[in-house]
């Protein structure tokens, strides 16, 4: 069983970047592709981006591309989201899950892990 714990949120202007790191503990990390999703204050939450276990496959959602990125360390357990270009829009919490395959998946129901979350707040 995999644990998960975000960090890296916090306030920042419009079109500045930030890095969010999640940290896994527990045993099984490189087995499972991660995703990283967020929710906005009244809104449903969304996906953002997914790696495969391998780290060789990505995906990512429109309104993030070429924007993030997404990579991991299977050595370290951590699984990274750089956010570059930031816009008020992609204020939210946003949360580090792990999947239970091992293709990269963009549906939440596919993932089995999730984070506690961590703020990201965008001011313009």
């Known amino acids: 069983q995999v644990q998960l714990v975000e960090s890296g949120g916090g306030l920042v202007q419009a079109g500045a970047s930030l890095r969010l790191t999640c940290a896994a503990s527990?045993?099984?990390?490189?087995?499972?592709?991660m995703g990283w999703f967020r929710q906005a204050p009244g809104k449903e939450r969304e996906f953002v981006a997914t790696?495969?276990?391998?780290?060789?496959?990505?995906s990512f959602a429109r309104s993030v591309q070429g924007r993030f990125a997404i990579s991991r360390d299977n050595a370290k357990n951590t699984v990274y989201l750089q956010m570059s270009n930031l816009r008020p829009e992609d204020t939210a919490i946003y949360y580090c899950?792990?999947?239970?395959?091992?293709?990269?998946?963009?549906?939440?129901?596919?993932?089995?892990?999730w984070g506690q979350g961590t703020q990201v707040t965008v001011s313009s």
């Open positions: 527990g045993r099984g990390f490189s087995n499972y592709a």
């Open positions: 790696i495969s276990a391998s780290g060789l496959t990505e």
């Open positions: 899950a792990a999947a239970t395959v091992r293709d990269a998946v963009v549906e939440d129901a596919d993932y089995g892990t």
